[in-house]
């Protein structure tokens, strides 16, 4: 596996009495995008944050490409860190060149116009270069904070909401960067509400909720934690073999017509609720694993009223 | 922290930026420039307009003429001087004070108008996600103001003097060029406008828009008006050795800011509380 880039230990923020993220562990390798879902005030924006080295945990640590990310050297680790903030927060007086100029100065990079051309492509931005910030629309914006927040090719990406409120086809282009991202071997961490998104780009999934809930990949996540679905289509009416087929503990079904729809405790008790319909008599058709989706898990993890 | 190790280049990116955004935005300096003629109306509006107005030279009337001989032991620049050019020289003398407001409403508006401009973009965030360090942000929100402020308020004297030139009598202007007016333009002038530009800063990482900023350091206004007027009602003259005291407490008072704006700028009170 490639080295993990972005590593947090045991990470707690709190503000006064209110404990923003509590005991959040994860990693982030090179070549690897990872996505933390959550309801508002999950403690997202916090933990992007604390990774970027703006405000520092309450407990715990952070480690960017192998510096453990210190209050004495955060100026440092951030040359790392490449945040694209959840508003672009560009000078909307100045034009898209002066913007990246100005970062491309600030992180002292050696002839700062080519890095500004090299940004700009890689965004698909060239042909705008000499207009005003505050003339784009929101999806070219977007793509101009991304545009500086690459500027300095950092290995570790932090991106905040890096869809939010854009238009179908601009969000497909800055998924697209992402992903781009994450084939040039950076660590990405995402941070979005989108789960549609989530699954299309992410590795691994952090479901979040001040704690970490989850972390895995899309598919294990959907399988995982929280049990498995099966539909089982019998000859006749179903509602009489539903006792049988409940026998399994932690089995909830319901019958409708000639099927039973049950939610298990995992994907293992399938062959014990067939064996046990077979046994008792009944004549199975089909069996139907249904696999959850995302949303699915997503609410029963972090409580429906998220 | 210290302002030791402050990287000069990415202090220099952000006052370019700064400067290239006041370009844009002329209505950032609205306030300075009209600071500029209300510091030179009232001097030539004295000296000159009413004079004109009442059909009879300062001199002739008799105002200010005790005032103006016994000010010649203070401002010995002009004690060659007679008559209506005595009395001429002593009040330009008395309404250069009024440009000391000139750097000061420059720096005010300028810093306010960057910082909070700052927070009103959401620019912020990205700018400390950068190595940037507190010092060197604190440090480039001051150099383009003052830089600004103070080549506005020496064009504010040049002004003066060239008004002088043209409606005084001779050998009134050469007399504003003395030491005692190095010491109010060249070296007050920039340490007041600093003081004002981080009691702006300061009051600006607190206030959430522009114009509660400028309420609150428009303060700084308060004490320079107060000598001012203090100076016309009892006709007294400000001393060389009065002005260097001040110079020297002005280097204090702005150590003093200096210490309490890098501890205002901490990156998580900048990012916590600055919305």
Redesign the interface.
């Known amino acids: 596996m490639p080295a993990a880039l972005l590593v947090t230990e045991h990470l707690t923020r709190s503000?006064g009495a209110r404990v923003a993220v509590r005991d959040l562990s994860l990693s982030v390798h090179a070549g690897e995008i990872v996505t933390m879902l959550g309801p508002n005030g999950a403690g997202k924006t916090t933990t992007m944050?604390m990774v970027?080295?703006?405000?520092?945990p309450t407990s715990g640590r952070v480690v960017i490409n192998q510096l453990h990310l210190t209050a004495d050297n955060a100026?440092?680790a951030?040359?790392s860190?490449g945040?694209l903030?959840e508003?672009?927060?560009?000078?909307?007086?100045?034009s898209v060149r002066?913007n990246l100029l100005?970062?491309a100065?600030?992180?002292?990079l050696p002839n700062p116009a080519q890095q500004v051309d090299t940004a700009l492509a890689q965004v698909g931005l060239s042909d705008r270069a000499h207009d005003l910030a505050g003339r784009l629309s929101k999806g070219l914006k977007q793509r101009v904070?991304i545009a500086?927040?690459l500027i300095h090719h950092p290995p570790v990406v932090l991106l905040d909401e890096p869809t939010s409120g854009l238009d179908p086809a601009s969000a497909r282009h800055v998924r697209d960067l992402i992903l781009g991202l994450c084939r040039a071997g950076r660590a990405v961490l995402v941070s979005t509400h989108n789960l549609a998104e989530a699954e299309a780009i992410s590795d691994r999934i952090a479901v979040l909720n001040t704690r970490l809930l989850a972390l895995d990949t899309p598919a294990a996540l959907r399988q995982g934690a929280s049990g498995a679905r099966v539909v089982i289509e019998v000859e006749g009416d179903a509602s009489r073999w539903l006792a049988t087929a409940s026998v399994v503990a932690g089995a909830v079904g319901a019958a409708d017509a000639s099927r039973l729809t049950m939610n298990l405790p995992a994907a293992g008790a399938i062959p014990d609720v067939v064996a046990a319909l077979v046994t008792a008599g009944a004549r199975v058709v089909r069996v139907m694993p249904e696999q959850r989706s995302l949303e699915e898990v997503y609410l029963s993890l972090v409580g429906t009223g998220a | 922290m210290s302002l030791r190790g402050l990287a000069w280049h990415r202090v220099a990116a952000v006052a370019r930026k700064d400067a290239a955004e006041l370009a844009r935005n002329p209505g950032a300096i609205v306030p300075a420039v009209l600071m500029v003629f209300g510091s030179l109306i009232p001097a030539f509006l004295v000296v000159v307009g009413a004079p004109m107005i009442a059909g009879e030279t300062l001199a002739g009337s008799g105002e200010f003429a005790e005032e103006a001989q016994a000010a010649v032991s203070t401002i010995p620049e002009i004690a060659h001087l007679t008559g209506n050019a005595l009395i001429q020289a002593f009040l330009f003398h008395q309404f250069s004070l009024l440009q000391l407001l000139v750097p000061v409403v420059a720096a005010m508006a300028l810093a306010t108008h960057a910082v909070i401009g700052e927070k009103q973009s959401k620019a912020l965030e990205p700018l400390l996600a950068t190595p940037l360090t507190t010092v060197e942000l604190l440090a480039a929100k001051t150099l383009t103001p003052l830089v600004f402020s103070v080549a506005l308020s020496w064009g504010a004297t040049l002004l003066y003097v060239v008004g002088m030139m043209l409606v005084a009598e001779p050998g009134v202007w050469q007399t504003i060029l003395g030491p005692r007016s190095f010491l109010m333009f060249g070296v007050l002038g920039p340490l007041v406008a600093l003081a004002a530009l981080q009691i702006s800063v300061i009051v600006s990482s607190r206030a959430s828009d522009a114009r509660s900023a400028q309420q609150l350091g428009s303060l700084v206004i308060l004490p320079i008006t107060i000598v001012f007027v203090a100076q016309l009602m009892g006709a007294y003259v400000i001393a060389p050795a009065a002005l260097v005291m001040s110079a020297l407490g002005c280097l204090m008072l702005n150590a003093m800011l200096l210490w309490v704006g890098v501890r205002v700028f901490e990156r998580e009170t900048i990012l916590m509380r600055w919305k």
Do not use: S
């Open positions: 503000f944050r970027a080295g703006l405000i520092l100026d440092e951030r040359r860190i945040l903030t508003a672009p927060g560009l000078w909307e007086r100045l002066m100005t970062y100065r600030l992180q002292g904070a500086r927040a």
